[in-house]
T-cell receptor
């Protein structure tokens, strides 16, 4: 079945380490997004990409980096510069004909 | 900033209709209203969307005011499994622009 796959689902890292979260979609969607969610909060946009080899910063891009070398893949790296990286991370892609967003199941990162 | 405003929380009795409001007073002519819901610790799930006409699907109904400045999501017979956070967003259909979510409405369905 088509969909968005995020991995890993749970991740523990030590402070100061870079971490890369994977997001893969087989929906042939052009646009992809990364959101961060903290407990009891809404979704905040980190980065988004409208097309391969292009991406834009969202509202909270500091301390994060992305790449979009392939249409199917939009990995997010949480760098050591991100001061409070412990959060739930959601990846999404959008269907261009209806505008419907499809979300992955999320990755929960805990920095010890 | 999000283009929509929603109440932070609402309660509803099981079996009754849940009416969730959303204000989007700055919506432009080509922007659609989309609704999503998020059950705890899962990715948000699409519910419904519309431009100006009322819409209905197997999950819910969407009522958009004539001036398009607000809308209401209706869950006709709420169940305990409808307890979730509901997000209303506006965007152009087919667009791939920056999408900003507000904090949504936490709906609690009570037995």
């Amino acid at each position: 079945d088509g969909g968005i796959t995020q991995s890993p689902k749970y991740l523990f890292r030590k402070e100061g380490q870079n971490v890369t979260l994977s997001c893969e979609q087989n929906l042939n969607h052009d646009a992809m997004y990364w959101y961060r969610q903290d407990p009891g909060q809404g979704l905040r946009l980190i980065y988004y990409s409208q097309i391969v080899n292009d991406f834009q910063k969202g509202d909270i891009a500091e301390g994060y980096s992305v790449s979009r070398e392939k249409k199917e893949s939009f990995p997010l790296t949480v760098t050591s510069a991100q001061k409070n990286p412990t959060a739930f991370y959601l990846c999404a892609s959008t269907r261009t004909d209806t505008g419907e967003l499809f979300f992955g199941e999320g990755s929960r990162l805990t920095v010890l | 900033d999000a283009k929509t405003t929603q109440p932070p929380s609402m309660d509803c009795a099981e079996g009754r209709a849940a009416n969730l409001p959303c204000n989007h007073s700055t919506i432009s002519g080509n922007e659609y209203v989309y609704w999503y819901r998020q059950i705890h610790s899962q990715g948000p799930q699409y519910i419904i969307h519309g431009l100006k006409n009322n819409e209905t699907n197997e999950m819910a109904s969407l009522i958009i005011t004539e001036d398009r400045k607000s809308s209401t999501l209706i869950l006709p017979h709420a169940t305990l499994r409808d307890t979730a956070v509901y997000y209303c967003i506006v965007r152009g259909q087919g667009g791939s622009e920056k999408l900003v979510f507000g904090k949504g409405t936490k709906l609690t369905v009570n037995p």
